[in-house]
């Protein structure tokens, strides 16, 4: 995900969708899919949307806005911070409560690249459409006459 998420999230944004509505739109799978594979051995992996599906939805919803009104760039750096996030959220009110501190040790780690698992791809979809709906809003059409290659002149 890391690796491709530039050209996953330039593919996309040749969607005419605005980049709010396609970054929540990136979510959906993707919250499902992660889901699934860690609710397999519980009994919420026998269902095709898992129960934890609205609260990381609505979490991710928040994210989004957050990150659009502090005007935040470094998707890493977001992405980090909501992994963080994510594993406080599940030690204290999710899926980690009680359990003791090896196993928190052990499984934090995963619940971590869960969540940046889960916000990656969108947030670089947001962040690139507004940084390309905003280069658009600014730039005016040239009206110098061009070549046959598109070069003034």
């Known amino acids: 995900?890391?690796?491709?998420?530039?050209q996953l999230s330039r593919?996309?944004?040749?969607?005419?969708?605005?980049?709010?509505?396609?970054?929540l739109l990136t979510t959906v799978p993707l919250i499902i899919f992660e889901e699934d594979i860690?609710?397999?051995?519980?009994?919420c992996g026998t269902v095709v949307i898992?129960?934890?599906f609205p609260f990381i939805f609505v979490e991710m919803l928040l994210l989004g806005v957050l990150v659009l009104k502090v005007r935040a760039t470094n998707i890493v750096r977001i992405t980090t911070i909501f992994s963080v996030f994510g594993l406080f959220w599940e030690i204290f009110l999710g899926g980690l409560v009680g359990a003791?501190?090896?196993i928190i040790?052990?499984?934090?780690?995963y619940v971590a690249v869960s969540y940046a698992f889960i916000s990656l791809l969108p947030l670089?979809?947001?962040l690139k459409g507004k940084t390309v709906s905003d280069s658009a809003k600014t730039t005016t059409p040239s009206t110098a006459?061009?070549?046959?290659?598109g070069v003034p002149g």
């Open 124 to 126: 670089n979809v947001l």
């Open 11 to 23: 593919e996309m944004l040749r969607l005419k969708i605005p980049s709010f509505a396609l970054y």
């Open 1 to 6: 995900m890391f690796r491709f998420r530039k």
């Open 38 to 43: 860690n609710c397999m051995t519980a009994w």
């Open 105 to 109: 040790a052990i499984i934090g780690p």
């Open 100 to 102: 003791s501190l090896l």
């Open 50 to 52: 898992p129960p934890t």
């Open 145 to 149: 006459p061009t070549g046959p290659i």
